[in-house]
């Protein structure tokens, strides 16, 4: 009786194709949509297309990485839109002005000094949410999304709704190379696609390797029965909130410099795009359920879906009912993998007898 | 006095994944008449309550009303047939008021559209009368006291005329006077012809209100008869039998020094008083303690302050004579204090989880160098607890939703002992699993104390606290009422303690 417990029965665990399918769906929508441009818009394959696009996906990517941790942590986080306004303009301030006390003097940052800086903005706002959610019992939803109004008014604020021009930096603060942020590239791939490639190999590892990654699974999948494991289920909210914020802020930073400006009204409705990635990556909205490697190539279809239809010249309005489309197909796909999984494991379990 | 049978359950069986709660049983409900169903938490009462009341269908059986068989597919059903239930758990809408609560699903309308509030009011009023409770129709249900709550409830009933009422534990929240109130109404309804269907774990009351009584175990009638004659003895008898079932033979052991003490361990309650009241009690290594008492009696709560779960309960614990000052759930753990909950599913396991992930939620520090989790060391770790503990399993990595009760039960227990701990709390870690995996995890139970921990578990079922236990402790009411060794500790003294007393010595119910 024991000795079967450990070995799988080979009939019950065979390869299920309808589910391997199910399972892949994102990752076939993804070449699907993919093949499709590539005959149907000219130049989508050519190689300057490709870095354009993937700079474009790269902004939506990390949002989604920071909001699929949340989500899976069983919240939510609406304030990244408005971090990355909020931090974009902190950092064309710090490269303008530095910091000024009115002494008469200011402390000026060289770049890496600023990007440190902006990082904890970023990083300090995620704290901020976690504690009204952990310690003052907001629900998620709302604590975001007065967050997402405060950091955009705070933006607003910080120029009087003007942008800040010309972030070229100065030689003399160190501060000249800000824009390589955006613009310069290494070994032949974009900078900002390089940063995306590090902070999506370390969200991968912490959620598959580390105890970490495996808490927050619990706190989404059940607060209550996480707690009384002794997870610290507070500590693992407020790393989700603080990672999402340093996301944004990373994009915030980004952003400032491909323009080689900052404007106050940058990442308005980015936090829907992170979400939407997130989902049609498989996230459970209901927390628990969720990868990084999905959420990525969920950025990717929303990503080459938007900038293939511009290429084809299709209206921005048909683009978005097109998006919309989409999501709710990938959600409905969802629900009937999720059927299917628990029907292939009772069949499984069914099989071992009672 | 005739009193007609109005509803006949015949064959009746109701199974749950895991378990069979009812086995074929035979239930005649009389008219006119109070039937008192008596039977320990998990007997099946509840289940076939519900499955009168359209809650719940039978599995096999038939349901004779009027010799007629009926099919209730709906609660809705059932209560067009004249059945009404008022459930132990209040099914009120706090934010409501008390006549919109009585009138909930079948408003009084004029046109099918518009609320007709002044007529609801109306017939609350007059319910409330009848009731001889002074509430206004206009207040929230929130505002209300438990046990006016529970007046609301079966006011909800008697508002939709039923000819079969079912009070499930009715008196669990009222004060003496409102159970005197209750049982006035109950008498006026039994001369209406109302058959009245009465659970209680209050043996005396049952005595006092019943006119028939039907005993349950284990899903069995075990006994039904007019209630003439009828004692307190003979109650008991039926509801624990006659021999004790063959649970795993004692392997005798010396225990060791004590492991776990808790002092004047308090718990304040939600609506005022004390859930855990000044509980204290020592636990040696290698003992099982059982800890017995009625739903309600705070033993779930008590084994909640011990892990940590109430940061707000207050008293003084030690484990092996060092004081436990952590507060927090995990430094406790670490302590070497492991909690089975009592609700598997909402406080045991991550349900959409893997196996594997559920099993070394506790304990992830074992497989973890630095920051780095060693998967294949986690796996082996697992593969050994599921040999152990015999788990039914065709991968680790599926959902734990999948298994079974008792299965999902050993899985809950694995993750508890992979934490290594020195005390075990163990809440009902035999409900709602199968009697063969009920026998394991009794048997790991007690090769878990020769081990050396130290067990405190909680039950309802009088059988198991007298067969498992080397120490016994009644809890009523939050506090303790009783201790008994094994040898001294005999059936009727053991329900005795348990019963509610509201502050009379124990020994008046029984006499």
Redesign the interface.
């Known amino acids: 009786m024991s000795h079967a417990a450990t070995h799988p029965p080979t009939g019950a665990a065979a390869p299920n194709l309808g589910l391997l399918v199910l399972k892949a769906r994102t990752f076939i929508a993804l070449i699907l949509v993919f093949a499709f441009f590539a005959v149907a818009a000219p130049n989508f394959l050519s190689a300057a297309n490709m870095v354009i696009m993937s700079k474009h996906v790269a902004l939506n990517a990390f949002l989604a990485i920071g909001m699929t941790f949340v989500i899976i942590s069983g919240g939510i986080d609406l304030s990244v839109g408005s971090i990355v306004g909020l931090c974009g303009m902190v950092a064309g301030w710090l490269v303008l002005y530095g910091v000024d006390f009115g002494l008469g003097w200011s402390i000026q940052f060289n770049t890496l000094e600023i990007c440190l800086i902006v990082c904890l903005v970023g990083i300090a706002i995620g704290a901020v949410n976690a504690l009204l959610i952990t310690r003052l019992n907001v629900a998620p939803f709302i604590a975001t999304l007065g967050t997402l109004y405060i950091c955009r008014g705070a933006a607003m604020l910080s120029s009087d709704g003007r942008t800040f021009p010309n972030l070229n930096g100065s030689a003399e603060y160190g501060s000249e190379s800000f824009r390589q942020i955006g613009a310069g590239s290494l070994l032949g791939l974009p900078i900002s696609i390089w940063m995306l490639i590090v902070v999506a190999a370390l969200a991968a590892y912490i959620s598959r390797r580390t105890p970490l990654g495996r808490y927050i699974y619990a706190v989404g999948g059940n607060e209550r029965g996480a707690a009384l494991s002794g997870v610290k289920v507070n500590r693992i909210k407020l790393f989700v909130y603080m990672f999402s914020g340093f996301c944004a802020a990373l994009v915030g930073l980004i952003v400032s410099s491909q323009l080689v400006a900052s404007h106050p009204a940058t990442g308005e409705t980015f936090e829907l795009n992170a979400i939407a990635a997130a989902v049609l990556g498989g996230t459970s909205m209901s927390g628990g359920r969720g990868r990084i490697g999905g959420t990525i190539i969920g950025a990717f279809v929303i990503g080459v879906l938007s900038d293939g239809l511009v290429m084809m010249g299709v209206s921005a309005f048909w683009q978005t009912v097109i998006k919309g489309l989409v999501i709710v197909a990938a959600v409905v796909v969802d629900q009937a993998q999720q059927k299917l999984q628990a029907r292939v494991a009772l069949q499984a379990q069914a099989a071992l007898g009672k | 006095m005739d009193h007609p049978v109005g509803l006949q359950i015949r064959g009746g069986t109701k199974v749950y994944p895991g378990t069979r709660a009812l086995k074929s049983v035979d239930f005649d409900l009389r008219m006119g008449a109070v039937n008192v169903l008596v039977g320990e938490n998990g007997a099946g009462k509840s289940t076939m309550m519900k499955v009168i009341a359209g809650v719940e269908q039978l599995t096999e059986g038939r349901i004779l009303m009027q010799d007629r068989e009926v099919h209730f597919r709906g609660t809705d059903d059932a209560r067009r047939h004249g059945i009404g239930i008022v459930f132990q758990e209040l099914n009120l809408f706090p934010n409501m008021t008390v006549a919109e609560n009585i009138f909930i699903g079948r408003e009084i309308t004029r046109g099918g559209v518009d609320i007709d509030m002044e007529t609801q009011r109306a017939a609350t009023r007059r319910l409330m009368e009848r009731l001889e409770h002074d509430i206004h129709p206009d207040t929230p249900v929130a505002e209300l006291r438990v046990g006016q709550q529970q007046i609301v409830e079966i006011a909800k009933s008697l508002a939709q005329d039923a000819r079969i009422l079912i009070l499930d534990e009715p008196t669990s929240a009222l004060s003496a006077a409102e159970v005197e109130i209750l049982f006035r109404v109950i008498a006026e309804l039994k001369r209406d012809g109302v058959g009245i269907v009465y659970i209680s774990h209050r043996l005396e009351e049952l005595i006092r209100i019943g006119d028939y009584i039907t005993v349950l175990r284990d899903g069995t009638i075990t006994g039904a008869r007019a209630m003439a004659g009828v004692d307190v003895p003979w109650i008991v008898r039926n509801m624990i039998g006659e021999a004790s079932k063959d649970f795993a033979k004692e392997v005798e052991h010396p225990f060791g020094a004590e492991i776990f003490r808790a002092e004047d361990v308090c718990l304040p309650r939600a609506g005022g008083g004390l859930a855990v009241d000044h509980v204290s009690l020592s636990l040696r290594a290698g003992e099982i303690v059982g800890v017995y008492g009625l739903m309600g009696a705070g033993r779930s709560e008590f084994l909640e302050c011990v892990?940590g779960?109430h940061p707000h309960a207050t008293g003084q614990m030690a484990i092996a004579g060092e004081p436990l000052r952590d507060r927090?759930?995990?430094g406790?753990?670490?302590r070497g204090i492991a909690?089975i909950?009592e609700d598997r599913k909402?406080?045991?396991?991550?349900?959409?989880?893997s196996i594997r992930?559920n099993m070394?939620?506790?304990s992830?520090?074992r497989f973890?160098r630095l920051?780095?989790?060693v998967?294949g060391a986690e796996r082996r770790g697992v593969?050994e607890f599921?040999?152990r503990l015999?788990?039914?399993?065709?991968?680790?990595e599926?959902?734990v939703?999948?298994?079974?009760g008792g299965n999902q039960q050993k899985v809950v227990i694995g993750?508890a002992l992979m934490?290594t701990p020195k005390v075990l709390l163990m809440d009902e870690p035999s409900r709602g699993i199968d009697i063969g995996a009920k026998a394991e995890v009794f048997r790991t139970m007690r090769q878990l104390a020769a081990q050396g921990l130290g067990i405190l578990f909680v039950t309802s079922d009088l059988e198991e606290v007298m067969a498992l236990s080397d120490r016994i402790i009644v809890m009523s009411e939050g506090r303790i009422t009783g201790e008994f060794d094994r040898g001294t500790a005999t059936e009727t003294a053991v329900i005795a303690a348990a019963a509610p007393g509201q502050g009379r010595p124990a020994q008046e119910l029984v006499a």
Do not use: C, Y
């Open positions: 892990i779960r927090s759930i995990a406790r753990i670490a909690l909950p909402n406080d045991g396991l991550i349900q959409m989880a992930e070394t939620l506790s992830l520090g973890t920051f780095h989790m998967l593969a599921v040999k015999t788990v039914k399993i065709a991968s680790m599926n959902p939703s999948s298994l079974s993750k934490t």
